[in-house]
Every structure is written in structure tokens, then in C-alpha cells.
């Protein structure tokens, strides 16, 4: 299993992604590289608690985007500036995670890291640890330190570089993290700083959650999938060797099927646009997730229920990893195929028809993602694996499904055995 922890505040920033190829791989998901140059950030100040006292919010108005609620506030700790935000033309959408009190903005505009105040009003007390990795360093580091410190010499920035890729997500790497804050003395009034994608947002939260029980925590995601999924909710983690706790690719096909058809049509109709990186089409596609998976985290923040439907794929995902091994496969190629097995499944229970079916395979096939798991996964892997799955409660293995038109779902453990035998026969024998 992975080890998990819930992080202090956070403000993410989603910095657009490159077409440089020389960015590893494990940073940057395909087909969605990051730019060097423009930034189209989501910047994001998350919940995160960890035996933290309440804070206050910093601001609340409401926006509306083609008909789903984007409440603005802000989050657990208190910013140093509560006065409303200058108008500004980079910035183009404001998303909430409302949780009352511990509620937080998303961000997003294009260049938002040339505007100083926006960051530093987020950040708490006056040091700051900037945690990076090799790959991004030399790409953004620069230019976050000079936004954090512009015009502010009260700020004192220190950055801890770790090395690039999934394999890494771990406790020595963790332990670099701690090891630089303890050397430079941070207290807690300090605010860290996560400046990459999921790995680096997990490593960073994580830390954040337990250096001296809970610090201000800023997340600035570099790769699609960190700014539509990864670092909104509050929750992060570092990998154990038999399970995994990653939130992965797949993650905007994701939010269309399981709960915003209209937005799983858009895709359909502007998947090219996407893979040519367009940046009005990112943007959409970044807002429009961040604006779902905020509504599910506001409404079930503990993952009582609702949330777990976020995890559509990830079980039979989850399982590819662990067996196939961390790294062979990019996470969101992974929970791609798992999505593709819990379509099928979901078909072979009556849930779905099977146009349901050919449209998840074509736009997971126009994404440049697998839709079948590798070969060397067995029944038999996937159900020894499957069996020490999170959702697994009293024995029984619980699974996100689609049941019903387009844009439903559900979480359930209520269903026939045999046609989950006959979904894992089809695509290990395949």
C-alpha cells in the first residue's frame, strides 16, 4: 500500500506544457509536454490537514462556467495579504475546492508567475523550500524564486532538488526534504513550495503533512495531469513497493465519463486540438476538470463514497503498476487500460450499451493511450493484486463502474463475480 497523508494549505499553479523533448518522460505526460517559455498556470491554494487549526478564507465570489459552480476562496492558512486580488489580464479563472473554512482557489491564467503578489500573498511567515526535481530546476526554479521574492526582501527562499521519476517516489527520497528543512532551520511558519508534477506534489505534500505537524503548503503543477487532478483534493503519498497511490493520465477522459457527458463530447470533438497543444483547448480542458473534481471533493471530501468514483480505472490500473512494475508503464497509461476493463465490464453486466463502449475506446485510442494491459499480466496477477486493493472493505472488492446513459457511475461492490472472471480472461488471453 502506499503511505498517505494529507497536506497544510496549498496554492497550485499549472504551468503549460512543453514540447521540448528533451523533458523526461516521467515528468511529462504525453501527449501533453511542458513549454519553456509562456505559463498557462493554474495556481492553487489546497486544503490540507494535518491536526491543523482552522483558518480564515480570503475571498468568495462566485463564478459560472457552462453551467458548473466555481465558487473563490481561499485556504487553510491565513494569507499575508487578504485584500482582493489586482485585476489582472493573465488572470482568466478562478476554481473552488469549497470546504468551508478550509476551502482554496485554483488559478488559471497564462503568465500568472509574472505576477509576484499573486503568489506571495499565499505564503506563510517569511522562509520558504522550494522542492523541485532535476528535470524542472533548470526549466522554472529561477523564475519561481524571483516570484516569490519580488519586490519582498522580508522572503528567504531555499530549494531542494530531487532526483526525476516514479521510482524515486519514496521514503529515502522523502527524507531529503526533511533533511533540508531541519539543516536551514524552518519552523512553522514556513511555507513549502511543490514545483513539478504528481511525484513531486506527492513528495512535497507529504512532507509539508508531517515537518513539525503541519505546515503551509504551495503546489505549482508542471505536467496536465498534476494540474487537472493530482493536486487538487488535499490527498498525497509516497509509493510502497507492493501497492500504489498515484493518480494518473487518463484522468480528463476520466471526469467526462463518470459525470460530465458534455465534457466527455467536447473531447471527443477536440482531442486533436489537445495532442496539438492548443492552448485556449488546454486551458478548457484543465478549468473544466478542476471545476469536477472540485464539486466531488466539496461534497465528499473523506471519500465516503462519492469521491472514491474518482478512482474509475484505477483498481484494475493500480494492479498493472504493481505487477508490471513502477516505471515500465507512465501511470496514466496504466489507468487507461484499467478504464478500458472496467468499460467492458460495466458492458458485460447490462450497465452500459455497447455504444458506450466504441466511444471510450476510440477517444482513450485518439489519446495515444493503451486500451489493453501488457502482456505479461495474468487472471491470475490481477486478482492477487486486486485483493489488497485500498477499496477493498471486509473481504470485498469494491469497484468504480458506468451504469446508465453517458456520465454515471457507481461504487459498489454489488455485482456478478463471473463477469468480472470473463473481463480478466478477455484481456490477459487476448
Known sequence: MAASATAPPALRFSLKPSIDSSVSRSETCDPFPRCRNRDLVSLRSSSVSHGLSRFNRVSSPVLKFDGIRSKVMASSVPAV????????????????????????????????????????????????LVVTNTTIAPLYLDKVINALTCGNSNISVE?????????????????????KAIESRFDRRSTF???????????????????????????????VMAQVDSSVGGKTGINHPLGKNLIGFAEVVKYGLIRDAEFFQWQEKNMQA??????????????RSCENKAEVVSLDEKESGLRATLNLGHTFGHAIETG????????????????????????????????????????????????????????????????????????????ILLKGPLGNCVFTGDYDRNSLDKTLRAFCES
Open 324 to 399: 508490471f512494475g513502477y516505471g515500465q508503464w507512465l501511470h496514466g497509461e496504466a489507468v487507461a487500460a484499467g478504464t478500458a476493463m472496467a468499460v467492458d465490464m460495466s458492458y458485460r453486466l447490462g450497465w452500459i450499451d455497447e455504444s458506450i463502449v466504441k466511444r471510450v475506446y476510440n477517444i482513450l485510442q485518439q489519446a495515444k493511450l493503451p486500451i489493453a494491459p501488457p502482456e505479461v499480466m495474468t487472471v491470475e496477477m490481477f486478482k492477487s493484486y486486486m485483493a489488497v486493493d485500498k477499496k477493498v472493505a471486509d473481504g470485498l472488492l469494491r469497484l
Open 81 to 128: 495579504d487578504k485584500s482582493p486580488l489586482k485585476k489582472s489580464s493573465r488572470l482568466s479563472t478562478i476554481v473552488d475546492v469549497d470546504l468551508g473554512d478550509r476551502s482554496y482557489p485554483i488559478y488559471i491564467g497564462s503568465g500568472l508567475l509574472e505576477e509576484p503578489d499573486l503568489l506571495q500573498r499565499h505564503v506563510h511567515g517569511k522562509r520558504v
Open 193 to 223: 513550495v511543490a514545483l513539478g508534477g504528481g511525484v513531486i506534489g506527492d513528495m512535497c505534500g507529504f512532507a509539508a503533512a508531517a515537518f513539525l505537524r503541519g505546515v503551509n503548503f504551495i503546489q505549482i503543477p508542471t505536467t
Open 159 to 179: 530549494s531542494v532538488i530531487l532526483p526525476d521519476g516514479e521510482k524515486y517516489k519514496n521514503m529515502d527520497t522523502l527524507m531529503k526534504v526533511f533533511d
Open 274 to 287: 489537445l495532442l496539438a497543444r492548443d492552448p485556449s483547448a488546454l486551458a478548457y480542458a484543465i478549468k
